[in-house]
C-alpha cells in the first residue's frame, strides 16, 4: 500500500511537471521541416534570377517584366524560372508606394490556378489615394553599369526600380539616401506554378498529416532593407520582445525565423518568436538617423521572416551601394503573390497612419467596452453570474460585462443556451442591464455535426463548409467533437452567418449582449499543427494555405457584420477575436490567447501590445491573471495595476483554476484590486479620447516610448514601460516582493506622479520604491488629462457625472489636453454628434476650445455634464482665485489632493467647483 | 456657477416632492443633512467647522452635501456622489435603514426603497418600503419562529450531549480500570499457559526419554512378561479416571462462555474476521503461537478500525479508486504527444481538447493497451473504445442537464436569511454511519458483573490446574488455552473501545457541545446522480452508483462553528486535492443541501442544523424585527 502511494506521488509529481513544460514543440513544425522555409534559408545573397525589363508606364502605374536571367551553366541543377512575371509599382498619397509582382498569366484564360490575392482587406478609400503616374525617367545610380527607372512617389520621395540586379527602393530624392528597399541583396525567388513533372512528389508529410499539395511548389522569398534603422519592430503574434531580435548573423547561434502561422498555441512560452494566434506582415523600423519607415507584405499564407544580424552578409560579396546604417531582414512565404507596401514615414505615427491608410482605421468602441470585464471559463449557471455580479456591488467594484465562455452552449452549439444551467438567458441579460451592464457570449467557427442543430443543417444543406482536399465537407475536432468549419472566405456565406445574430436568429439574445470570437485560427485539434490541413478548400477553390493566415479575420468580420446589422447598422459591434490579420482593428478587439499565471508573462504582455497596438490593432490586451494557472495574489493584484492600462481590460481564467475575482484574497487585495479598476474608470473619458484618436489615425491607444520621444535612443529597445496616449507614462511591476523598481522618464520635461503629484525630472532613470498600491505611472509635463472622479456600478450610470481636468504644466507653464465624448455607443458621431474639446493653458490661462468642424455634421450631441475640479501641478505662483469667464465669475483655489482619496499636497493646486460645463466654450484664468 | 446652484435648487425641490409624495410622518429631510444616519446627526449640528472623520481635514457647514469632496474619507458628503469614500443612509421608513455607497446617489437606478437616494429627479422612485418591509418583516418573523424552536431543540441536544459524553467519560474510566484488571488476568493466564505448554514440553522431553528407555528396556521386556500384563491392567484404570475428569471439564467451559461473554454477533464477526488475520500473522512467524498470540491480537486491535471492520468495504474502495488514479497517472504523468500518430483523427482530437478540458479520453484509457496491441488488435481496440466514449459524452452531457433540476433556485443562499423554506428537503436524509453501528453496539453496556466472573473463573482456573502434576492434565490446559484466548480477545476488544472512545473525545464539539450528536453520523443529500455524504468528523463523498470520491478529510470548523472544513480529498485532474466546506445555518433538521462547486473540485454544501440555532442570535433577530416595527408608519400614515 505505501509503495503503491509513493509510486502514485511519485508520478504526481512528474505529472505536474509536464504541465508546466508542455508547449508541445514537436507539434509543430520549425524551418527545417518546412520544406519552402529551409530552402529559402538556404539561398545565397546575389542568386536571384531576375532582371527588370519592359519598364513602362501604364494606367497611371510603373509596369515592368521581371526576366529570368540565363541560368548559370556551372549550376546544372537549378530549375530556371520558365516565365516571367509582371511587375506593377504604384504611388499612392501620403507616402506609400505599392509594389505587386505576380505571374504573368497568358491573356487568354487557361486552366491555370490563379495565385491567390488576399479580398477585402485593402480598404476602398486606399485607392482613392492613387497618384497617377505620368512618366518613368532613367538614370544610372551611383556606379551602377545598368540603369534604374524612377518615378515620383512625394515631394520628397522617388521610387527606384533597379534593372539588372532587380531591386526595388524608395529613396530622398535631395540627398539620394535609400529609406526602404527590397532584393538590395539578390534573394528574391519565385517559384511559379507549373505542371508536375512525372515521377515527382509534391506530397508533404508531417507527423502523421499529409498535405497533398496538388499545385506544387509556389513559394516566394525576398529581402527587405531598411536604413537608417537602429531596430526593427512589429509582425506580431507572438511572445517576445518589442524590438526584433535578430534571427540570423554573427553570434547567433540556431534561431528559428519568426513564424506569421495562425496556431492555437496551447501554454505558449514567454520569450520566443514562435507564431501564436495572429498574423500582421507589418514591419516598422525606427532609427535615431532616418526615423521609421514600415513594410507590408498582404499575404495570407504561412510566413516566416528573418531578421538578419549586422555583419549576415559580410562573405556575400554584395555591397550595398549606400553606407548607411541599416536593418536587412529575409521574407518568406509559402504561397500568393508579392503585393508589398513601402510605407515612407519619416515619423512613427506618421508610419502607423499609412498603414491604417492601407487596411483601415480601428472601430470606434463603445464607451462600455473600454471598462472593466470580467470573464472565467465559465460562469456556470444564471445564480452564478447574479452572485458574480452582486459581489461587485457588495465591494463597490466598478466592471460593465459579463461575459460566459463555450460551456454556456447547448452541447457547443454556438447560439444555443444550456437549458439547464441558463433557462433564461433574456431575463439574465435584463437584470446585468437594468445596472447598465453588458454581457458577451462566444460564438467560435467550429460547427457541431448535428443534423439536429439548425446552423450544421443549414450550412451543409447550402455547401457553406470549407471542403477537404476531395472536395468533401472538412470535418475536424473541436470543442463540440466533430465538427465543419464555415467557409467565410464568401461574402455571400459571411452575409448568411451575419444574419444569424439577428435577435430572431440569436434566440435568448438581447441589445446588451455582444460577441466573443474563439478558435478561429482555425483551431482544429486533429489538424496539423493543430490547424486545417492546408490542402482544404475554400469558396473559388483558394487553398487553405493560402489564406490560412485571414481566416480569422473573415469570421471576425462577419460577425462583426453580424452585430452590425443587428443594430440597423446604429449600434457600435463589439466583437472580440482571437485570431487576426492586416485589417481585424476595422472589426473590434483581439486579445493575447491563453497566456498563464507567471511573472514573465505579465512582462511580456506589455511588448506583445504595444506591437500589436503598432501594426493597427490598437485594442488589445492580455488575460488579467493569466488565463493557465494559479497567480499567487501580489501577481493578480500587480496584473490588474498593470492591466488597467491595456487598452483592453479583461480578467479570465482557465476552468482549471481556482476563483479569483477580486473580493477572493481577502480585505487588503480587495481593496488594491478595486483601486486598480478605479483607476481605468478614472480615466476613462482620457481612454475614450485616445480611442477616438486611433478611430481618425490609427495611433494606438498604447504606444512605445520611441512613438512619444522618437528622438531619444534610449527608449528603442525599452518594452517594459509604455505611453498612453502622449500623456501617460506607465512602467509595469514584473516580480515578486519587488522592493524598487527602475523608470527611466524620457524627454527634457518633468513627469507628476500620478497619484501624488511628486515632480520627477526627464532622461533620466529614477530608482524608485515599488509601492504597493500601484504600478508606477507618470503624467508628462504640458498635457492635459480629463478624468471621472466618481464610481458607479458601470459606465452607464456615469454619462452625468462631472470631470475632473489634470493641468500638468511644463517648464514655460503651458499644457495641452484634449476630450473627446459622443453618446458612446451609437454611429452618430459619424453625423457629428460628439462634443471634442481641446484644452490648452497658457500665460496662465486655461481655454477650452472646440475641436469638432463646424461643418462635421447635422446631428447634435449635448451634454449637461459640468467640471467640478480643475487640478494644476507644476504651477509656478500661488493663486487663490480664478476667473471664469463668460460671466465673470470667481472660483475658489485651494490646495488639495491629486486623488481624491489621497492626502493634499501643496503642489497640487485645485479650482473648486468651476461649474463650468464641458460643451462651452470658456477661460480660466487663475490669479 | 448658476447651472450649479440651478441644480441644487431643483434636487431640493424635487426632494420636497418626493417627501411630500411619500410619507408625511417619515422625516426625509428637505435640508443639507440628506444621508446622513439619525444617530449622526449630531455630529455635523454640533458646530459650524466640522471635521473630517478621519482627522484630516476640517470644513465648513457650507462645504456639507455641496456635492464638491472635501474630505478623503467623504465625511462632508454623505448625501451626494461626490466622494467615493461616503456613505449614504437611507431611512426606509417601514422597512430598514440602509447604508449606501456614494457611488449609487443619483445614479438612476432606485436602491433605496424609501427612494431616497434618487433625488436629482432623473428618475422617479416610488416608495415600496412598505410592501417589501412587510414581506422582510413577515420573512423575519418565520425566521425567529424557526429560530426559536431550534433553539429548544438546540438546548436539547446541548443538554444530551453533556449527559452522553458525561457517560462516554465514565465509560472510558471504567473501561480503563477494567483493561487494567483484565490485562493483569490476561498477563496470569499468559504466564500459566507458558507454565503448561513449558509442562508439556518437559513431559514430551521426558516421553521421548522414557521411549528411549523403553527400547533398552525392550530386551529385559521379555523376561518380565507377566509383570508387564499387570502393569496394563492398571494403566487402564487410571485412564478411565482421567476420561471422567476431562468431560466435566469441558463442560464447564462451554457454560462459562456463554455466561460471561454474552457474544453478540458483532463480536462474533471481530473474533471470526480475527482468526485468519491471527493465523496468517502466525503462519508469517514461526513462532510458536501461544507465545506470539498475545502480541499479535495487541497489534491487530489497534489497527481494529481501519483493517477490521472496514476491510471489505475499504478495499474495495481503494480498489476502485487505485484504478481511476492509474488511469489519470496514464493520462497527466505521460506525454499526451507520444503517439498520436497512432491514433485515429477523432482521438486525436479528443486528446488534444483533454489538455484544455482536462476530460479523459479513451486514448489515455487505453494507453496501455494500445501500446501492447497491433495492427488489427489496436483498430479493434480504439473502435470500441470511441463507442464506449461516446456514449459517455452523451450521458455527460445528459447529467449536466440535470444537475439542477431539483434545485429550488428561488431560495438562494442567504447568509442573513438562513433558516426557512428549508424544512422539507426531501432528497436530504441523514443515515447512520456503519461504523457507527459497530460503536454503539458494545459489550460494556451490559452486565458489569462479567468482569467478575472473568475473575472467578480465572481464579478457579488458576487454582484447579495442578501445574505440577505429570502428566499435564490435558483438559486444564486447554482450558487455560481457550480462557486466555477469550480474556486476550476481550481485551482487545476492551482496548479497541478505549482507544475509539478517546478518539472521539479528543473532537471539538463546539462551545457547547452542540455538535456532539454529529459524531459518527452522515448526512446525505441526493442530486441527480450524485449522492453527497457528508460524515462530520470523518469525510464527505461524491457517490455515483458504485463509485466514490472522496470531496475530503474531515479538517475542522471554522468561522466560528459557521462552517465545516473537509480538505484533502481526492485529487483533481490537472487540478487541486477536492474540499469541501459546509456551511451550518439555523434549521429544525440536520439536513445537507445545495452542494455546489463553485470552483472546480472545490465544493460548496449547506447544512441546517439546531445547532445553529443560538440564542444570541434569536436576540438579535427579535430585536431587528422590534425595531423595523418600531419603524414602521401607522397605516394610515401610508395613505
Redesign the interface.
Known amino acids: 500500500m505505501r509503495t503503491?502511494l509513493s509510486l502514485?506521488l511519485l508520478?504526481?509529481f512528474?505529472?505536474?511537471c509536464?504541465?508546466v513544460l508542455?508547449w508541445?514543440k514537436?507539434?509543430f513544425r520549425n524551418c527545417n521541416q518546412t520544406p519552402f522555409c529551409k530552402r529559402a534559408r538556404s539561398r545565397k545573397p546575389g542568386s536571384s534570377p531576375f532582371l527588370a525589363a519592359d519598364v513602362s508606364i501604364s494606367d497611371g502605374d510603373l509596369v515592368a517584366k521581371l526576366v529570368p536571367r540565363e541560368p548559370d551553366p556551372d549550376q546544372e541543377d537549378q530549375e530556371p524560372p520558365a516565365r516571367p512575371l509582371a511587375l506593377t509599382l504604384s504611388a499612392y498619397r501620403d507616402g506609400v508606394m505599392r509594389v505587386k509582382i505576380d505571374e504573368d498569366y497568358p491573356s487568354q484564360e487557361s486552366p491555370h490556378k490563379r495565385r491567390f490575392q488576399v479580398p477585402d482587406v485593402i480598404v476602398s478609400e486606399f485607392e482613392s489615394k492613387k497618384l497617377w503616374l505620368q512618366r518613368v525617367s532613367t538614370e544610372r545610380v551611383g556606379g551602377d553599369e545598368g540603369v534604374s527607372s524612377i518615378v515620383y512617389l512625394s515631394d520628397e520621395y522617388e521610387g527606384v526600380v533597379r534593372h539588372d540586379p532587380f531591386e526595388v527602393y524608395v529613396r530622398e530624392r535631395s540627398s539620394g539616401d535609400r529609406v526602404l528597399s527590397m532584393n538590395s541583396h539578390g534573394l528574391f525567388d519565385f517559384e511559379q506554378l507549373r505542371e508536375k513533372k512525372e515521377g515527382e512528389d509534391w506530397e508533404e508529410r508531417f507527423?502523421?498529416h499529409t498535405d497533398t499539395r496538388p499545385y506544387g511548389p509556389q513559394s516566394i522569398s525576398f529581402d527587405v532593407s531598411f536604413y537608417g534603422a537602429d531596430f526593427v519592430y512589429g509582425i506580431p503574434e507572438r511572445a517576445a520582445s518589442l524590438a526584433l531580435k535578430p534571427t540570423r548573423g554573427p553570434g547567433i547561434d540556431h534561431s528559428e525565423p519568426y513564424r506569421l502561422f495562425n496556431l492555437d498555441v496551447?501554454e505558449y512560452l514567454h520569450d520566443s518568436p514562435f507564431g501564436l494566434y495572429g498574423a500582421i506582415p507589418f514591419m516598422i523600423s525606427h532609427g535615431k538617423a532616418r526615423g521609421t519607415s514600415g513594410f507590408f507584405w498582404l499575404n495570407a499564407a504561412e510566413m516566416q521572416i528573418d531578421v538578419l544580424g549586422e555583419g549576415w552578409d559580410a562573405d556575400s560579396g554584395i555591397s550595398l551601394p549606400s553606407s548607411q546604417k541599416r536593418v536587412d531582414t529575409f521574407w518568406m512565404s509559402e504561397a500568393g503573390i508579392v503585393d508589398a507596401f513601402f510605407f515612407i514615414g519619416p515619423g512613427p505615427k506618421d508610419v502607423v497612419k499609412q498603414y491604417v491608410g492601407v487596411t483601415g482605421n480601428p472601430a470606434m468602441p463603445q464607451l462600455f467596452a473600454i471598462a472593466y470585464h470580467q470573464c472565467r471559463w465559465n460562469y456556470?449557471?444564471?445564480?452564478?453570474v447574479?452572485n458574480v455580479d452582486a459581489k461587485f456591488d457588495e465591494h463597490?467594484i466598478?466592471y460593465d460585462v459579463l461575459w460566459l465562455d463555450i460551456e454556456h452552449t447547448d452541447?457547443k452549439r454556438y447560439f444555443t443556451w444550456?437549458?439547464?444551467?441558463f433557462p433564461h438567458p433574456e431575463e439574465m441579460q435584463r437584470k446585468l442591464a437594468?445596472?447598465?451592464r453588458h454581457m458577451v457570449t462566444i460564438v467560435d467557427p467550429h460547427i457541431k455535426r448535428d443534423e439536429s442543430y439548425h446552423i450544421h443543417k443549414e450550412a451543409s444543406k447550402n455547401g457553406y463548409y470549407v471542403k477537404d482536399a476531395s472536395g468533401n465537407d472538412f470535418e475536424?475536432?473541436?470543442?463540440p467533437?466533430?465538427s465543419s468549419y464555415i467557409d467565410m472566405l464568401s461574402p455571400e456565406i459571411r452575409s448568411w452567418w451575419a444574419d444569424k445574430f439577428s435577435f430572431e436568429n440569436y434566440v435568448g439574445s438581447t441589445p446588451s449582449l455582444y460577441i466573443w470570437n474563439d478558435m478561429n485560427e482555425p483551431s482544429?485539434?486533429?489538424g496539423p499543427e493543430?490547424t486545417m490541413p492546408r490542402d482544404a478548400l475554400h469558396y473559388g477553390g483558394v487553398e487553405h494555405r493560402e489564406l490560412h493566415n485571414a481566416n480569422g479575420y473573415y469570421f471576425h468580420m462577419a460577425t462583426s457584420d453580424g452585430l452590425l446589422k443587428r443594430g440597423n447598422g446604429n449600434d457600435r459591434p463589439f466583437v472580440l477575436s482571437r485570431a487576426f490579420f492586416p485589417g481585424s482593428q476595422r472589426y473590434g478587439a483581439v486579445w493575447t490567447g491563453d497566456n498563464t499565471a507567471e511573472w514573465d508573462q505579465l512582462r511580456v504582455s506589455v511588448p506583445m501590445i504595444l506591437t500589436l497596438g503598432l501594426t493597427g490593432l490598437s485594442f488589445s490586451g492580455a488575460d488579467v491573471g493569466g488565463f493557465f494557472g494559479n497567480p499567487e495574489p501580489e501577481l493578480l493584484v500587480r496584473w490588474y495595476q498593470l492591466g488597467a492600462y491595456y487598452p483592453f481590460f479583461r480578467a479570465h481564467a482557465?476552468?482549471?483554476?481556482?476563483?479569483r475575482e477580486p473580493w477572493l484574497f481577502g480585505e487588503r487585495n480587495t481593496e488594491l484590486m478595486r483601486d486598480a479598476i478605479?483607476t481605468r474608470y478614472m480615466l476613462l473619458p482620457f481612454f475614450y479620447t485616445l480611442f477616438r484618436e486611433a478611430n481618425v489615425t490609427g495611433v494606438p491607444v498604447v504606444r512605445p516610448l520611441w512613438m512619444e520621444f522618437p528622438f531619444d535612443e534610449a527608449t528603442f529597445d525599452k518594452d517594459e514601460a509604455f505611453m498612453v496616449g502622449n500623456s501617460l507614462l506607465v512602467q509595469g511591476i514584473f516580480t515578486e516582493r519587488a522592493k524598487h523598481v527602475s523608470v527611466y522618464l524620457p524627454g527634457k520635461e518633468s513627469w507628476y506622479d500620478l497619484r501624488t503629484g511628486t515632480a520627477y525630472l526627464g532622461s533620466k532613470t529614477h530608482k524608485l520604491e515599488a509601492p504597493e498600491d500601484h504600478v508606477p505611472a507618470f503624467q508628462r509635463a504640458g498635457t492635459i488629462i480629463p478624468r471621472r472622479?466618481?464610481?458607479?456600478?458601470s459606465t452607464t450610470?456615469t454619462v452625468?457625472?462631472p470631470y475632473t481636468l489634470v493641468i500638468a504644466l511644463n517648464s514655460s507653464q503651458t499644457a495641452e489636453g484634449e476630450l473627446y465624448i459622443d453618446d458612446g455607443k451609437s454611429f452618430e458621431f459619424k453625423h457629428g454628434a460628439y462634443i471634442h474639446r481641446r484644452f490648452v493653458f497658457k500665460g496662465g490661462k486655461l481655454t477650452s476650445l472646440n475641436m469638432a468642424p463646424a461643418t462635421s455634421g447635422n446631428l447634435p450631441f449635448k451634454s449637461?455634464c459640468?467640471i467640478?475640479?480643475i487640478i494644476i501641478l507644476g504651477h509656478a505662483g500661488g493663486p487663490k482665485n480664478a476667473l471664469?469667464e463668460p460671466?465673470n465669475?470667481k472660483?475658489q483655489v485651494e490646495f488639495g489632493?491629486l486623488l481624491?482619496?489621497?492626502?493634499?499636497s501643496s503642489g497640487v493646486l485645485t479650482i473648486?467647483?468651476p461649474?463650468i460645463?464641458i460643451a462651452d466654450d470658456w477661460t480660466i484664468k487663475v490669479l | 456657477m448658476k447651472a450649479a446652484k440651478a441644480r441644487a435648487v431643483l434636487a431640493l425641490l424635487s426632494l420636497c416632492v418626493l417627501s411630500i409624495a411619500g410619507s408625511a410622518s417619515s422625516s426625509i429631510p428637505t435640508d443639507p443633512f440628506v444621508g446622513i444616519a439619525p444617530e449622526d446627526l449630531k455630529y455635523y449640528k454640533s458646530s459650524d467647522v466640522i471635521k473630517c472623520k478621519d482627522g484630516s481635514k476640517k470644513f465648513a457647514r457650507a462645504q456639507l452635501n455641496d456635492d464638491f469632496c472635501d474630505c478623503p474619507d467623504g465625511t462632508d458628503e454623505p448625501g451626494t456622489s461626490a466622494c467615493p469614500g461616503a456613505k449614504f443612509y437611507c431611512r426606509n421608513a417601514g422597512h430598514s435603514p440602509v447604508l449606501l455607497y456614494s457611488s449609487r446617489v443619483n445614479d438612476g437606478i432606485c436602491d433605496c426603497c424609501d427612494g431616497s437616494d434618487e433625488y436629482d429627479g432623473k428618475v422617479n422612485c416610488s416608495n415600496t418600503c412598505w410592501e417589501a418591509g412587510k414581506v422582510a418583516r413577515d420573512k423575519l418573523r418565520n425566521k425567529i419562529a424557526t429560530y426559536k424552536e431550534g433553539v429548544t431543540l438546540r438546548k436539547q441536544e446541548v443538554e444530551q450531549a453533556k449527559l452522553a459524553l458525561v457517560k462516554d467519560e465514565e465509560e472510558l474510566t471504567k473501561l480503563k480500570n477494567e483493561e487494567k484488571v483484565l490485562k493483569g488476568l490476561v498477563q496470569q493466564l499468559k504466564e500459566r499457559k507458558e507454565q503448561i505448554e513449558k509442562a508439556e514440553e518437559q513431559e514430551r522431553l521426558q516421553k521421548e526419554k522414557e521411549e528411549k528407555e523403553k527400547k533398552e528396556a525392550e530386551e529385559k521386556a521379555e523376561k518380565e512378561k507377566i509383570k508387564t500384563e499387570e502393569d496394563a491392567k492398571q494403566e487402564k484404570k487410571e485412564g478411565e479416571i482421567k476420561a471422567e475428569i476431562e468431560d466435566i471439564g469441558v463442560a464447564n467451559t462451554d457454560h462459562e462462555k456463554i455466561g460471561l461473554v454474552e457474544d453478540t454477533p458483532s463480536d462474533q464477526n471481530v473474533e471470526d474476521d480475527f482468526e485468519p488475520l491471527k493465523e496468517i500473522e502466525n503462519g508469517d512467524n514461526a513462532v510458536s503461537r501461544g507465545q506470539q498470540a498475545n502480541g499479535v491480537n495487541q497489534h491487530v486491535v489497534e489497527d481494529k478500525d481501519e483493517s477490521v471492520s472496514q476491510v471489505s468495504q475499504k478495499e474495495s474502495e481503494i480498489a476502485v479508486e487505485d484504478v481511476s488514479r492509474a488511469d489519470q497517472m496514464t493520462a497527466s504523468g505521460k506525454d499526451l504527444s507520444e503517439d498520436t500518430e497512432a491514433l485515429s483523427k477523432e482521438e486525436l482530437g479528443r486528446l488534444v481538447a483533454s489538455r484544455w478540458t482536462g476530460e479523459k479520453t479513451e486514448k489515455e484509457d487505453k494507453d496501455g493497451i494500445i501500446e501492447d496491441s497491433e495492427g488489427e488488435d489496436h483498430e479493434e481496440m480504439s473502435k470500441d473504445a470511441h463507442v464506449e466514449d461516446e456514449d459517455e459524452y452523451a450521458s455527460d452531457a445528459d447529467d449536466d442537464d440535470q444537475r439542477y433540476e431539483e434545485d429550488d433556485i428561488e431560495d438562494d443562499v442567504d447568509e442573513d436569511v438562513p433558516v426557512e423554506d428549508h424544512y422539507d428537503t426531501s432528497s436530504s436524509h441523514e443515515s447512520q454511519s456503519d461504523d457507527e453501528l459497530d460503536l454503539s453496539d458494545t459489550t460494556t453496556q451490559t452486565s458489569p458483573s462479567w468482569l467478575e466472573k472473568i475473575q472467578q473463573t480465572v481464579r478457579s482456573i488458576l487454582q484447579a490446574v495442578n501445574l505440577f502434576q505429570t502428566p499435564v492434565d490435558k483438559s486444564e490446559a486447554a482450558r487455560v488455552r481457550k480462557e486466555y484466548d477469550e480474556s486476550s480477545a476481550k481485551l482487545s476488544k476492551i482496548e479497541s473501545r478505549i482507544s475509539k472512545l478517546s478518539d472521539k473525545l479528543k473532537y471539538d464539539f463546539g462551545k457547547d457541545k452542540e455538535f456532539y450528536s454529529f459524531y459518527g453520523r452522515c448526512f446525505e443529500s441526493k442530486q441527480n446522480k450524485y449522492v453527497y455524504k457528508v460524515c462530520p468528523y470523518k469525510q464527505a463523498t461524491q457517490e455515483e452508483g458504485h463509485s466514490t470520491t472522496r470531496l475530503g478529510q474531515w479538517d475542522k470548523f471554522d468561522d466560528a462553528y459557521r462552517v465545516m472544513i473537509f480538505s484533502n480529498g481526492d485529487r483533481c485532474w490537472n487540478g487541486p486535492d477536492r474540499s469541501l466546506k459546509v456551511r451550518l445555518r439555523c434549521g429544525l433538521k440536520n439536513e445537507v443541501a445545495e452542494v455546489d462547486e463553485p470552483s472546480r473540485c472545490e465544493y460548496v454544501a449547506l447544512l441546517s442544523t439546531p445547532a445553529l440555532c443560538s440564542e444570541d442570535k434569536l436576540k438579535e433577530l427579535e430585536h431587528k424585527l422590534e425595531l423595523m416595527e418600531n419603524e414602521q408608519p401607522r397605516p394610515h400614515d401610508e395613505l
Request: hydrophobic share 30%; glycine share 10%.
Open positions: 503503491r502514485f508520478l504526481l512528474l505529472s505536474s509536464a504541465v508542455s508541445k514537436e507539434e507527423r502523421s496551447f456556470r449557471d444564471e445564480e452564478d447574479e463597490d466598478p452541447g444550456d437549458k439547464v444551467l437594468a445596472k447598465g475536424g475536432w473541436c470543442w467533437g466533430s482544429v485539434f486533429n493543430l482557465h476552468q482549471d483554476t481556482k476563483r478605479r472622479d466618481r464610481f458607479r456600478r450610470q452625468n457625472d449637461e459640468i467640478e475640479r471664469i460671466g465669475l472660483a489632493p481624491l482619496q489621497g492626502r493634499s473648486r467647483k461649474g460645463r
